[in-house]
């Protein structure tokens, strides 16, 4: 591991940290932690692709349109 400024991590590993409290900080939740939980209690169900489960979390949270009255 490369240290920087960046709290001593490798630029990759630090803009993955930020990458997922962002994600973290609007609402959206972990993929790799539902993966995790899918093949410990689901082993029988498919894993979605990353892309498939953030799909799946926009049209459950949003399905019916914005949530906003104005």
Request: proline letters at 9%; hydrophobic letters at 35%.
């Amino acid at each position: 591991m490369r240290a920087d400024a960046a709290g001593g991590r490798a630029p990759a590993e630090w803009l993955r940290g930020a990458h997922a409290a962002l994600r973290r900080m609007l609402g959206m939740p972990d993929y790799t932690a539902h993966v995790a939980h899918l093949r410990a209690r689901h082993p029988d169900r498919p894993v979605p692709t990353e892309r498939e489960f953030c799909e799946e979390y926009l049209r459950t949270r949003y399905g019916n349109g914005p949530t906003r009255c104005c």
